[in-house]
């Protein structure tokens, strides 16, 4: 069993930068694939970026790319989402969420991942 506490989430004008944070515990990530999903308010969840903490595979939503960048510390059992030239349509509650690496979940999948967090709100505006 692992739990997720997001943090880092916050107010912030368009142009912006924040980084997120996925603190686990329960157990070691390293052979998980973490997933940093957004759902904004009236809107499905969406799959922005997942990294294998086994070998480091990435991957980013158009929506995101070149913007934003996941990261991994597995000593400290933490993920982390660096976003940068945030805009209004970035504003959403951001969750993690994993699934054991052999199990082959990925994003941009909502499906069958194992664990969530709770979130942290991003909200872009001026």
């Known amino acids: 069993q692992v739990q997720f506490v997001e943090s880092g989430g916050d107010l912030v004008q368009p142009g912006g930068s924040l980084r997120l944070s996925c603190a686990a515990s329960?157990?070691?990530?390293?052979?998980?694939?973490i997933g940093w999903y957004r759902q904004a308010p009236g809107k499905e969840r969406v799959g922005i970026s997942c990294i294998n903490n086994s070998d480091g595979t990435t991957y980013y939503a158009d929506s995101v790319k070149g913007r934003f960048t996941i990261s991994r510390d597995n000593a400290k059992n933490t993920v982390y989402l660096q976003m940068n030239s945030l805009k209004s349509e970035d504003t959403a509650r951001y969750y993690c969420?994993?699934?054991?690496?052999?199990?082959?979940?990925?994003?941009?999948?909502?499906?069958?991942?194992?664990?969530w967090g709770k979130g942290t709100l991003v909200t872009v505006s001026s």
């Open positions: 969420t994993a699934a054991p690496v052999d199990t082959g979940i990925w994003c941009p999948s909502t499906y069958a991942w194992y664990y």
């Open positions: 329960g157990s070691a990530l390293d052979n998980y694939n």
